[in-house]
């Protein structure tokens, strides 16, 4: 009788060991597959964001000028080179009131104006070494504000033809020494600036 408690304590300790394993290792397993889940999660975030589309822009580009816009700014620009030229390489100071070409806006109701030889041969033209060829849909004058100190250039635009400018652009100069003036961008102005007598 003995032998057999002991048997049967024998193989009820066996079972109790064998469960205590089964116990202890199934935790085990869920316990591996959260840490590759959480391994796996953690790799997936650390990846780069996937851009996100947008219908803003980040800037907003400059409106690009057309037509008599266009030409009375490119017809600027080259003014400004004359000035810089006449001033460092000619005159030694400010150069001073164009005659505006044309003379009026009136010139302008029947369309661009074709620029005449004699409209450039003024001395402010020849030390600038300015001249238009094309037809002008816009009228143009240097302007002096403050003699032997600032002036402005002028590009008038009259686009229904009535004798008043709806826009305007120009830039300005300012003599900063004898050889050199410093001058500003082109750019919008007001169009109401009045023209000024040239010589």
Do not use: N
């Given at each position: 009788m003995p032998v057999f408690l002991g048997v049967a304590f024998g193989l009820a300790l066996v079972l109790v060991v064998a469960l205590i394993v089964i116990v202890t290792r199934e935790p085990a397993a869920p316990a591996t597959e959260a840490?590759?889940?959480?391994?796996?999660?953690?790799?997936?975030?650390?990846?780069?964001?996937a851009p996100v589309p947008t219908t803003e822009t980040t800037a907003s580009a400059a409106?690009?000028?057309?037509?008599?816009?266009?030409?009375a700014v490119a017809a600027l620009?080259?003014?400004?080179?004359?000035?810089?030229?006449c001033v460092k390489?000619?005159?030694k100071g400010l150069p001073g009131t164009s005659p505006a070409v044309p003379q009026s806006l009136a010139w302008l109701k029947?369309?661009?104006?074709?620029p005449l030889i004699g409209d450039f041969s003024t001395p402010f033209f020849s030390c600038t070494e300015f001249k238009l060829e094309a037809p002008m849909?816009?009228?143009?004058?240097?302007?002096?504000?403050k003699p032997g100190a600032e002036g402005t250039g002028v590009a008038w635009i009259d686009d229904?033809?009535?004798?008043?400018a709806e826009r305007a652009y120009g830039f300005t100069g300012k003599l900063k020494s004898k050889t050199e003036i410093e001058l500003g961008p082109v750019g919008p102005i007001d169009a109401s600036?009045?023209?000024q007598p040239g010589r």
């Open positions: 840490s590759a889940s959480a391994s796996t999660h953690a790799t997936a975030d650390t990846s780069a964001p409106p690009t000028l057309t037509g008599a816009d266009a030409e620009e080259k003014l400004r080179t004359g000035i810089a030229s390489d000619r005159i029947k369309g661009p104006y074709p849909p816009f009228m143009l004058q240097w302007q002096v504000d229904d033809r009535d004798g008043k600036r009045k023209v």
